[in-house]
């Protein structure tokens, strides 16, 4: 029957499980500055025994340069950090961001990242364009989009939306304008 037949992919869907991405650290586009993405990995059920992840790193080129990548889990990497690519398909469905960058970890053993979670999965290192005009352009999309992911799971990415800015008090790069460090330098 039509019902039993919808309850059991009720439940399907219910029971599935998700693999979680997002930037940690909130951080602002300085004009003209490096700018560090710390990349957080997580589970919705905790689970740090997987066969692995593969996604993309969306980000529009007249806003922002891929630099490399730092801090990077490197337990059964296979694709660590190629490109830059054109978005050609358009895989994060905004137009407004044209290359990405592509990652990948695949364990034969079912253990990977096999870290305690959430962890941090890298920090994406980027310049932002000294020629940016702040008065029009605000902020600039980082999306994420899915290549594959462990039977029972999907990828449930957070795409942030980072600021861009002209200047900062933060000088000594914590994120935070201090009177007694900043102020002082």
Known sequence: NIFGILSALFSSFALANNQLLYVENQPKGYIGK?????????TTNQENQLSGIGFRLHYDSNILSFEGIQEII???????AQGPYEDLEDFDSNPATDLFISFGWASLFN??????????LMSALFNVNNQINTDTIKNTPIN?????????????????????AK????????????????GLL
Do not use: C, M
């Open 111 to 120: 253990d990977w990242p096999n870290l305690e979670l959430p962890s941090l």
């Open 144 to 164: 994420f989009s899915s290549i594959s992911s462990p039977a029972g799971y999907s990828i449930q990415a957070t795409n942030f939306e980072l600021e861009v």
């Open 167 to 182: 200047a900062s008090w933060d000088l000594d790069g914590n994120g935070h304008a201090d009177a007694l460090t900043d």
């Open 74 to 80: 490197d337990k059964d990497i296979i694709v660590n």
């Open 34 to 42: 490096p700018l560090e993405l710390r990349i957080i990995y997580d």
